[in-house]
């Protein structure tokens, strides 16, 4: 009786070291889609957040760092935060809702980034860039930098990957 056991024990010890089987792997390609699925709600709940917007940056080969400052703009409603774009800066602003940055971004004139009424003393140029929830100010010379930019950000919602 004690050999049955043995035996028993042995083989479920055996089975164990087995490579995964089949079903095991549909487990593991359900968890990526589970994955995607989650990543794919996150894009049409349009939630922006810092770490996204660094994570397309950086993923785009720009050298992203954040600032850990808070900026505030007087035409905006919410703060901001500053990060360092390839030698650039760029002020990004979170809304909690599409509408609500379209309340700010509606009283903004594209070219000057401020309202048309507000004369703003920038460093550099200013390139207004919205997406969703997000409105970013990017502040550069380089234009080639800020074509960059608005096309990583603005991509997510065009269906474009950057």
Known sequence: MSASVILATSCQQAEDARPA???????????????AAAESAAT????????????????????VSARGEEIRQPFLSVPGELLD??????QLFIYPSTAAREADSRKL??????PPNMAVSWLQP????????LLAIHLTHNEHLAERVADVLTARHSGVSP
């Open 85 to 90: 774009v390839s030698e650039s800066q760029l």
């Open 44 to 63: 049409v709940l349009d939630e922006w957040n810092k770490a996204e917007v660094v994570k397309r940056l950086s993923e785009a080969g720009l050298v």
């Open 126 to 133: 200013p390139h207004l860039i919205v997406s969703g929830k």
């Open 109 to 114: 004139d594209p070219a000057s980034a401020s």
């Open 21 to 35: 089987t089949d079903s095991q792997k549909i487990d593991s390609g359900a968890a990526r889609s589970a994955i």
